[in-house]
């Protein structure tokens, strides 16, 4: 348990990290979110390959592997429009609908157990997402990209889990790598920026912070279950909220904070609620 604990930590510290590398790319230097995708997918790629065995190759085939690297492609690109128009802070609030749809589709489609309490808590966490993203009375267009971008997570995070046992951890990254690159290709030919020192810096790290990041994901989940994983996941919070701040100079509002707070809480009670179980 400790060990998938500490590989969590550091994934959901190094996947916002990249994702604020690219926001720098489109707020910044203007780039758009597809492409900033695009490059993350073609650098993750060329450096995994190298190290990916023949054999890898053979589960480009499997629809399930096709499915979830698609999964991963949406949201991926969904969160960069939501990162483009949003604090960080914001759009990592609202896209923790995620976690929250990863434990239901673990249960119903995976079959994993669940418990009442841990059920409540979750639904307390949907409440804090609700306060990030305020519907009806401060819902932004970011705001709405960041919730697409978790759906899409946390049915991305289902299959992962669902995969975890079948498909090789390398093979499941090269694969969602691979897929998502050539799925984004044309896109981001339509939308190619000229390439500056400081646009190849900025990818080179989005792409490899966040290619390290869902590595240590997939160790974890062939470590432990998905609905004991899921609440680490909120560590992403405190780690995009103290990177909006640090590289941003920019705070969450009241309710955000509150929102966050709620989050984090319910999260990590979810956790030591299964763990006394």
């Known amino acids: 348990m400790t060990r998938a604990v500490l590989l969590m930590l550091v994934a959901m510290t190094l996947i916002p990290s990249g994702d604020a590398a690219a926001k720098l790319l489109t707020g910044t230097h203007q780039v758009t979110p597809i492409w900033a995708a695009w490059i993350r997918f073609v650098i993750g790629t060329a450096v995994v390959l ?3 065995p023949i054999s890898a190759w053979r589960f480009l085939a499997d629809w ?3 499915l979830r690297a698609s999964l991963i492609t949406g949201g991926i690109c969904c969160i960069l429009m939501g990162l483009a128009r949003e604090p960080m802070a914001n759009v990592f609030g609202a896209f923790f609908i ?3 749809l990863t ?3 673990s249960a119903l489609l995976l079959g994993e157990k669940i418990s009442f309490g841990r059920s409540v808590l979750l639904l307390i966490g949907f409440g804090g997402v609700l306060l990030v993203v305020k519907p009806g009375f401060g819902m932004t267009p970011g705001l709405i990209w960041a919730v697409v971008a978790g759906l899409f997570y946390g049915s991305y995070l ?3 889990r669902w995969l975890a046992n079948d498909v090789p951890a390398k093979a499941l990254l090269f694969s969602q790598l691979f897929i998502a690159m050539i799925i984004t290709t044309p ?6 920026p000229t390439i500056t ?3 190849a810096g900025l990818s080179a790290l989005s792409g490899l912070f966040s290619m390290f990041g869902n590595l240590l994901l997939l160790f974890a989940l062939r470590l432990q ?3 004991r994983m899921a609440p680490f996941v909120y560590f992403q919070l405190v780690a995009a909220t103290a990177l909006g701040w640090l590289v941003f100079s920019t705070l969450p509002d009241t309710l955000t904070w509150i929102g966050l707070a709620i989050l984090i809480t319910s999260g990590f009670c979810s956790l030591l609620l299964a763990d006394r179980r």
């Open 50 to 52: 190298p190290l990916t």
């Open 64 to 66: 399930r592997v096709i």
């Open 98 to 100: 995620g976690p929250i």
């Open 103 to 105: 434990y239901v589709l």
């Open 158 to 160: 289902t299959a992962t």
């Open 187 to 192: 896109f981001a030919v339509l939308n190619s």
């Open 197 to 199: 020192f400081e646009i």
């Open 225 to 227: 279950p998905g609905t």
